[in-house]
């Protein structure tokens, strides 16, 4: 009876230690978006996100930040690349899927390579942050951009 425990138990464990192997090589190849923002942080400390899309492949994301620029996320293994992306510092154009843009970086030209993503929007929608030309409306502005009193309902 004790060796059928012991038996059980070696099964267990064994079973435990594959299944955690199996998930830490799925971690490895598909890093976690908030461990890279994370990461972009400590990197920029500086810098507000306001809104993120991760390619589909999950080994890039690229950030609106807060003041125009975008922020961009490449995954190596286990650690990051961050960059800090001025309006019109790199050159984008759309790649033949229609899903993904193939993107330029004159400064950083190692980081040159077509990105996908899940949709053609979410490419439109990065391809403007890169560009410079991302201006989202706000509620409380005109069409001339200027700030409108919000009137509190009596």
Same mark, same amino acid.
């Given at each position: 009876?004790?060796? @059928? @425990?012991?038996?059980?138990? $070696? $099964?267990? $464990? ?10 830490? #090589? ?36 690229? @950030? ?6 975008? +922020? ?5 293994? /286990? ?18 899927? +229609?899903?993904? @843009? ?11 390579? /077509? ?23 706000? #509620?409380? /502005?005109? #069409?001339?951009? /200027? ?8």
């Amino acid at each position: 009876m004790l060796w @059928l @425990l012991l038996i059980m138990v $070696v $099964v267990a $464990v064994g079973a435990f230690y594959i299944r955690m192997n199996a998930r830490a #090589e799925r971690d490895f190849d598909n890093p976690d978006a908030g461990s890279a923002m994370v990461e972009f942080g400590r990197a920029f400390p500086d810098e507000a996100i306001r809104a993120l899309h991760s390619t589909v492949d999950r080994k890039a994301i690229f @950030l609106r930040l807060h003041d125009g620029k975008a +922020g961009f996320i490449q995954s190596h293994g /286990t650690h990051y690349v961050c960059h800090v992306i001025h309006p019109g510092k790199v050159r984008v154009n759309t790649s033949d899927s +229609g899903r993904g @843009l193939i993107v330029h970086f004159p400064d950083f030209a190692y980081l040159d390579n /077509t990105f996908e993503f899940r949709t053609a929007a979410e490419a439109a929608e990065v391809s403007l942050w890169l560009l410079g030309s991302f201006s989202p409306k706000s #509620e409380f /502005t005109d #069409e001339a951009g /200027t700030p409108q009193a919000v009137q509190a309902n009596d």
